[in-house]
């Protein structure tokens, strides 16, 4: 399927005959980047424009803060928003920053590793550019809890806010705090806002 857009319009929802197979919907991601593309449970494809420089620039920060707290502590991998995964609800979502267990990575092929592959990360972090709807991304965060994600932060520069999921309980609302302490599976990880905000 070799179907490529322009950044005029997006983002756009896409709905086929037929769901893409997972290897055509690599193929199409393939053929659009940089835009980012996701696939919804029900098939539609979700094609979004690329990150702004402001966007960008905090997740890179962001994505570089868990990296370097991940390969000190040793328990796992962490992949930045280009890592999609392919959820047990048949959707493929590419979170900003996410982490990983070798646990669960191990439970992966070598060939599963190289695609989408079919587990939920255990740590997700989405991050607001000016351009998402918040209802948009909170039900996003809701959707990574139901698919398996044991924390997920929703981080708001825009408020300099942060909120944060877990299973079972009520989402919590941080209002312009200093530092996040990480619980669950990435206990012991801190980001600190004052290099996110910067």
């Known amino acids: 399927m070799n179907l490529a857009l322009n950044e005029s319009g997006l983002p756009v929802c896409l709905r086929f005959e037929r769901p893409m197979t997972d290897e055509e919907f ?23 424009s690329p990150a702004g420089f ?4 905090i997740n890179s920060r962001i994505t570089r803060c868990l990296d370097e707290w991940a390969e000190v502590d ?13 959820l ?14 070798t646990h669960r990575l191990a439970s992966l092929s070598e060939e599963q590793k190289t ?7 255990e740590f997700v972090i989405e991050l607001r550019s000016p351009s998402d709807n918040l209802v948009d991304l909170q039900a996003k965060m809701e959707m990574w809890i ?5 924390v997920a ?16 309980e009520q989402p919590e609302h941080l209002a312009q705090p200093t530092s996040i302490q990480g619980t ?3 206990v012991g990880f801190e980001l600190v806002l004052a290099r996110i905000w910067a």
């Open 26 to 48: 690599l193929r199409f991601c393939a053929a659009n980047e940089p835009m980012r593309v996701e696939r919804e449970t029900n098939g539609e494809i979700v094609v979004m």
């Open 54 to 57: 402001g966007t960008g620039r």
């Open 74 to 86: 040793g328990r796992g991998a962490v992949t930045d928003s280009n890592g999609g995964y392919a």
């Open 88 to 101: 047990p609800d048949g959707s493929v979502r590419a979170p900003d920053a996410a982490w990983i267990s």
């Open 115 to 121: 695609g989408f592959p079919p587990v939920c990360p």
């Open 146 to 150: 139901a698919n398996g994600a044991e």
């Open 153 to 168: 932060w929703l981080i708001d520069p825009l408020e300099k806010a942060v909120t944060i999921y877990r299973p079972g």
């Open 184 to 186: 669950g599976p990435i």
